[in-house]
Structure formats: structure tokens, C-alpha cells
């Protein structure tokens, strides 16, 4: 049996890592607070992931970089609205630099006031329950406390770029359902 100890193998370069996650298709959120004074932040992210059932657990990552991260390390609350396919403006309103994000955007407060984009695929308004920085982002762990489903299919980003959803098919032409669960 091997190990590797980190210490001896160098990490990959950061261009070559970019081209890797580049590969990995997600789907496209943004993520919503709000600051001291209850005014709405937010921020596009492609990293959301479920991380348990019981609790009902949540991860999002926000680089040590965005200008908004000061503010949601010190909300107690957050939201994840999952966008669906045709919010792609919306997408790249909330990854501007410097724009005032909510300008013209419509949004409710959630049961725990996080901002909630009006016609989202889904949202998810999380009460914040662990902050871990790791490498150049802060992972913000959070606990779901509510939720809507909205219709549509998701905006997804892959290869730099926005795709669309299309069925998955079998070699014989007949649609694939995908699992209800993976492990």
C-alpha cells in the first residue's frame, strides 16, 4: 500500500486545474444576504453542493477575492436561488464587478429575510452553519431551514460557457431517465 504525502508531490499548476474544473459541468446559482444595514448582496456561484440529509446541510464557496464576502461572514443567514435556462443576464449581472446587482431585480425577503430572486428554478434560504476557509475561498456550510421550487429546466455552465439541458440518450434513441438518487 502507497500514500502520498503532500509535501512531496507538487500541486498541479493553476492554469492546468482551471481546464480541469472547466470539465465539470454545474449548474448556476446566486447566492443572496444581507448586509448590516438589510440592504441585499449577492454574488453568482457555480458551487453548491449537498453535503447531508439529517441535518439538511448545504455548501457554497466564495473566494477570498469577492468584495461581498466580508458581508456574509457576518450574516447569520443566506440564500441559493438555482437559476434556470434564459437567466443567463442574470447570471452575469451578479459575477459584475463594481455594478449595483439588484438594481431592477426583483426579490422577496425569505422567512429569515435573505434575498429571493423572483422566477428561479428553486431556492434555498439557509441559516449559516459553519464558515471554513480553505485555500483561496471560505465555504459556507448552511443548514435549510425553507424552500420553493420553481419550473424550468437549470442554466448550466460548462466550458466557460452557458449551456442547455437536453435528454440523455441511449444508443437506441429512447430517453434515459436518470436516477432519483446517487451514491
Known amino acids: 500500500m502507497s500514500s502520498c504525502t503532500p509535501s512531496t508531490i507538487p500541486p498541479v499548476e493553476c492554469a492546468t486545474f482551471r481546464e480541469f474544473c472547466a470539465r465539470f459541468a454545474s449548474g448556476v446559482t446566486i447566492v443572496t444576504a444581507r448586509d448590516s444595514g438589510g440592504s ?6 457555480s458551487s453548491l453542493t449537498a453535503v447531508s440529509l439529517n441535518p439538511p446541510l448545504i455548501l ?5 477575492n469577492s468584495g461581498v464576502l466580508p458581508q456574509f461572514r457576518k450574516s447569520t443567514h443566506f440564500a ?7 437567466q443567463e443576464l442574470l447570471s452575469t449581472r451578479f459575477a459584475a464587478i463594481g455594478a449595483d446587482r439588484f438594481a431592477g431585480v426583483e426579490w422577496k425577503p425569505g422567512k429569515a429575510g435573505s434575498p429571493l430572486l423572483l422566477d428561479c ?12 476557509d480553505a485555500g483561496d475561498h471560505a465555504v459556507f456550510f448552511g443548514e435549510v431551514i425553507d424552500g420553493a421550487l420553481g419550473d424550468g429546466e437549470p442554466l448550466l455552465y460548462f466550458n466557460r460557457g452557458y449551456r442547455s439541458l437536453s435528454p440523455l440518450k441511449a444508443t437506441s434513441g429512447e430517453t434515459l431517465e436518470p436516477p432519483d438518487t446517487f451514491e
Open 40 to 45: 441585499p448582496l449577492g454574488l453568482t456561484a
Open 60 to 64: 457554497v464557496c466564495i473566494g477570498h
Open 80 to 86: 441559493v436561488n438555482i437559476l434556470h435556462e434564459g
Open 121 to 132: 428554478l428553486a431556492q434555498v434560504e439557509c441559516l449559516t452553519h459553519k464558515i471554513v
